[in-house]
């Protein structure tokens, strides 16, 4: 229920102006997100590259209403990427991608089109990119999206959500040779027609897709900072014979942080998904939904206003 109201705030644009400026939430944001500029976003990836993990870098902005605020978001990767090249940052940095960022809302093509000029510039700096997944009315183009980009540029990365009842078929579709797809439970609020409601029958789904995703021949990226579904994984591995190359473990910036450095330090892949930039909210509303508890530190900043 409080998931609920909370996931119904992130859409709340008077909310967000409210919160823009709480002292307090500044320091709950700065728990989640990374830096308003690329600068902030290059320092994180150097202090994480060079802690033995990966990275995902996404510029933060989502359900964009104008062709300027696309090809905006569109420039912001363009320089991140050539700068992530000049830093040596590649290939262990990535970058992430909402096509609603890019348009996708009111122009699918021109979403797919800019999201193509960021897979060229990410290939030029011997990099990939991920398609975040956004809410169910969307995984269809998205999925879609993902095909087209794949036809040029093969490593573009799918993300699946255990929630949505659809997900172990796509799993099936997905778990081929070359594709890259990240596992995640799923972080909108979503109706029982299409998503299980209950943590279980979610967490009982992503199982299922582990096994679909490990047993078969793509390259399959666990997102999760659930112990139990990690060593539901690590199990896996050992059962579909995959070495530690072959798959990865994906945790967001400012979570489980020692769980992180704990599996890389044991040998398998952790790639860190870092956001950056001020268009933080919805963000940071998803985290909070998940962890409720945080809620009480976001309240206080309200109040105090
Ligand atoms: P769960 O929520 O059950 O949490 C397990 C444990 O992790 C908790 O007990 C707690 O210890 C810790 N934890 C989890 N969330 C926390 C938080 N906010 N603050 C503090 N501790 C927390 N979703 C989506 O719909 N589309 C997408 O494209 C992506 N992309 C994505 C990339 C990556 C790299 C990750 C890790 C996640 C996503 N997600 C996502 C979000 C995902 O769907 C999901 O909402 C969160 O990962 C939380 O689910 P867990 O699997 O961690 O389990």
Known sequence: MLRSIILAAARSSRLERLTATAPVSRNVVKRYVAG?????ALRTSR????????????YLGEDTLTTD??????????????????EGLTPATEVSIKLSALGQRFDEELSLSLAEEICTAAADADTTVTVDMEDHTTTDITLDAVG??????SGTGAVLQSYLRRTEADCREFAVKNSRVRLCKGAYAEPESVAYQNR????????????????????????THDPRLVEIAIDRAKWYDRGPHSF???????IRPDEQRRLAEAGYQVRVYVPFGDQWYGYLMRRLAERPANLRFFMQSLKSR
């Open 36 to 40: 308003t500029d690329t600068n902030d």
């Open 47 to 58: 202090e994480l590259v060079d802690s033995g993990l990966k990275v995902s870098l996404d």
């Open 69 to 86: 605020q696309a090809e905006s978001t569109r420039d912001e990767y363009l320089k991140l990427l050539s700068a992530l090249k000049t």
């Open 148 to 153: 087209k980009l794949r036809q040029r540029f």
């Open 200 to 223: 279980l029958e979610v967490d009982r789904s992503y199982v299922r897709c582990v096994n679909t995703l490990m047993s078969g021949e793509g390259y399959p990226m666990l997102a």
């Open 248 to 254: 990865e473990f994906q945790m967001l910036y400012g």
